[in-house]
């Protein structure tokens, strides 16, 4: 809502190799589920303290590639205080 400044009623799903489509309502229930699933990641994601690095497809966009040891032989060692930035600030609107 915070984007478009609309809420979101309907949902479709695309299956693009079963070229089938799921559509659906989207009610409060939804809404509820959503926001507790958004906001348990969020606190997921500002408690987890090492991320274990996944090479896939995604690396040759990464801007991180030089320093991961998954995706690098030799990686280059991470700048000095790169460590220490572990400040998130998360914020849900109500």
């Known amino acids: 809502m915070q984007v478009y400044q609309q809420s979101l009623k309907r ?5 693009l190799r079963a070229g ?3 559509s659906f309502e989207v009610n409060d229930d939804h809404r509820q589920k959503v926001r507790s699933l958004i906001a348990e990641l969020a606190l997921r994601l500002r408690a987890d303290d090492e991320w274990v690095p996944k090479v896939g497809g995604h690396c040759d966009r990464c801007g991180f590639a030089q320093y991961c ?3 690098t032989e030799k990686p280059e060692p991470l700048p000095e ?3 220490k930035l572990r400040l998130v600030q998360l914020a ?3």
């Open 11 to 15: 949902v479709s799903l695309v299956f």
């Open 20 to 22: 089938e489509t799921l």
């Open 69 to 71: 040891a998954a995706k």
């Open 81 to 83: 205080g790169g460590r």
């Open 92 to 94: 849900l609107a109500v």
